[in-house]
């Protein structure tokens, strides 16, 4: 019998009603406080035990429409982005313009040589800018007869619009999901340290590609040599007529004009005047609304494409709730200070460097049991924000060690996306986790690595 763990909400209020309990176990405590240029920041050495304030079946009960008001900010920009994501899907423009650069495959060397990289580029870039996430999981249907047709193999087809948005929303620069929730729980200006970021997300992005165009050359010589031999057999067949690609339009054209317009906007914007999340929703809605009227979509199909792209991402607004409310128990009987008091020994290091690599081991860990990196990041950042304070690590350094967690996504069975996608190829997880061991491992040094410099400079 297969082991299988519960879903994230489960998970969530599980976690909600263990800190219910141990309110009534762990003892009060209180970090004082000191403000240093315009942050309040934890004093380490003055720590005291208080009277806690055990919360009881009530408390936990109203938990979670506490965690939606105090985090209402946050999930309504999650909804305003998921809302104007889909209208951009309903224009198919993405569709086309990947349709037509395959199709260019067949008759330039140059497309040939380029196809790999620039593909997983731009499903990393999705991944680094808006989020792309499980909006990958529909590109498989395309990338897979794609790949068989052009003498690769299943695994190739997955790898480019899966692992290169997975590594996209993990090593993120501007993912409003990851990096903009934890900067505004942690105190951060709002995607702030955007140099760093993009240097890493180019490394990482560069090292999936590299291993991604190795291994597909090697498919390409030997067939024989992919684990999915036996099952591309079959597949060839059944995805002939999955290769016929419309045109790109001058529709299509305009609308992704408009994306790139928009995505230069909001980082101008972040730069030069430190947009915060209400600035940035505003953007993306008013990206909606461009893309909407230059796509030439009726109002009722504007309107029902928003909708349903708010509506996919409610239950991640709910994770949010749900994360937020752990904090408000634990806040409430007065046991955070106790808890980072608790972690501090675990994490505390004679070198920053190996505090930073500590917090990213235990976001991995976190990672196997919470995919949703919106979630992880309510849940996790009150904790390790403070904890950074702490151990002499910056907040901005804790927060890329909760990114580069995230790493190991397109690996862990327990996540939805990772079992969706191999469900659609057809794959079986013991031999996609065969395949994706070295490069895992790859990406295990890469974040190791990474957090070196910051946590050396004290990166801000």
């Given at each position: 019998m297969r082991l299988r763990l519960p879903n994230t909400f489960i998970l969530l209020f599980a976690i909600l009603s263990l800190i219910a309990i141990a309110t009534w176990l762990v003892p009060g405590g209180r970090y004082e406080t000191r403000v240093v240029d315009g942050r309040t920041l934890i004093d380490p050495a003055a720590f005291h035990y208080i009277a806690s304030a055990p919360q009881g079946p009530v408390a936990l009960l109203m938990a979670p429409i506490k965690g939606f008001v105090e985090a209402a900010l946050i999930i309504g920009f999650v909804l305003i982005v998921g809302g104007t994501f889909a209208v951009l899907q309903k224009t198919e423009a993405i569709d086309a313009f990947i349709k037509t650069v395959a199709r260019a495959h067949a008759h330039s060397p140059l497309v040939r040589a380029l196809l790999i990289p620039v593909f997983v580029t731009m499903f990393s870039l999705g991944g680094a800018s808006f989020g792309m996430a499980e909006e990958a999981i529909p590109f498989v249907l395309i990338f897979v007869p794609l790949a068989l047709a052009l003498g690769y193999d299943s695994i190739v087809g997955v790898a480019i619009p899966f692992v290169g948005s997975q590594v996209g929303f993990a090593v993120a620069f501007l993912n409003p999901f990851n990096v903009g929730i934890a900067q505004g729980i942690a105190g951060v200006p709002m995607f702030s340290g955007l140099a760093y970021r993009v240097v890493l997300w180019l490394v990482a992005t560069g090292l999936t590609v590299a291993f991604l165009m190795w291994y597909a050359a090697r498919v390409r010589r030997d067939p024989t040599r992919s684990p999915t031999y036996a099952i591309d057999a079959i597949k060839?067949?059944?995805?002939?007529?999955?290769?016929?690609?419309?045109?790109?339009?001058?529709?299509?054209?305009?609308?992704?004009?408009?994306?790139?317009?928009?995505?230069?906007?909001?980082?101008?914007?972040?730069?030069?005047?430190?947009?915060?999340?209400?600035?940035?929703?505003?953007?993306?809605?008013?990206?909606?609304?461009?893309?909407?009227?230059?796509?030439?979509?009726?109002?009722?199909?504007?309107?029902?494409?928003?909708?349903?792209?708010?509506?996919?991402?409610?239950?991640?607004?709910?994770?949010?709730?749900?994360?937020?409310?752990?904090?408000?128990?634990?806040?409430?009987?007065?046991?955070?200070?106790?808890?980072?008091?608790?972690?501090?020994?675990?994490?505390?290091?004679?070198?920053?460097?190996?505090?930073?690599?500590?917090?990213?081991?235990?976001?991995?860990?976190?990672?196997?049991?919470?995919?949703?990196?919106?979630?992880?990041?309510?849940?996790?950042?009150?904790?390790?924000?403070?904890?950074?304070?702490?151990?002499?690590?910056?907040?901005q350094t804790a927060i890329l060690a909760f990114q580069l967690g995230e790493l190991t996504t397109p690996v862990i069975p327990t996540s939805a996306i990772t079992v969706g996608v191999l469900a659609l190829a057809r794959i079986p997880w013991l031999t996609w986790a065969r395949w994706m061991l070295p490069l895992q491992l790859a990406y295990l040094l890469f974040a190791l690595a990474a957090l070196a410099p910051p946590a050396i400079t004290a990166w801000h």
């Open positions: 060839r067949g059944e995805h002939a007529a999955a290769l016929h690609f419309e045109r790109m339009t001058r529709t299509h054209a305009a609308v992704l004009g408009i994306f790139a317009l928009a995505l230069g906007v909001m980082i101008f914007g972040v730069v030069r005047y430190q947009w915060f999340i209400e600035e940035i929703a505003a953007l993306f809605l008013a990206l909606a609304i461009a893309v909407g009227l230059v796509a030439r979509l009726g109002p009722d199909d504007f309107v029902a494409a928003f909708l349903q792209g708010a509506k996919d991402l409610v239950s991640t607004a709910l994770v949010i709730a749900l994360a937020r409310g752990t904090m408000i128990i634990a806040r409430d009987a007065h046991i955070i200070d106790t808890m980072l008091h608790g972690l501090m020994p675990l994490v505390q290091s004679a070198h920053p460097v190996f505090a930073a690599q500590k917090m990213f081991a235990i976001q991995s860990v976190i990672n196997f049991f919470i995919h949703s990196g919106s979630g992880q990041a309510a849940l996790t950042m009150p904790i390790m924000a403070p904890l950074a304070d702490l151990v002499g690590v910056t907040r």
